[in-house]
């Protein structure tokens, strides 16, 4: 499909914000940053309260803040997809963002 016609993500994607949430087996919480002087993005994987990944990712002054927020999202996803959880039991997930996807 070409570019100019793919849907934009805030028709497509659905977002939950939740108020609470139950105990997942993974938790990761994101986040971007931009100032004057640097962009980077972060992320924290946990499994209960044991941290299985963290990621510091410094970007070009280019990038923005969005950008940056995006990167780490998608970083987590895919350590995400790399964690082997013992036992049987299905992987649960919560990603922790505090970025909002809008669209006017």
Known sequence: MELKNWPH???VVKVIEAKEYKEKTIQAHTDGSKNEHVVGSGVVIFTGKEI???IKIKLDNRCSNNQAEQLATAKALEVIESID???NSPRTL???IDSRITRD
Request: aromatic residues 8%; charged residues 10%; proline residues 8%.
């Open 9 to 11: 993500p805030a028709d």
């Open 94 to 96: 919560t990603i922790f």
């Open 85 to 87: 959880i013992s036992g």
């Open 52 to 54: 299985l990944s963290q």
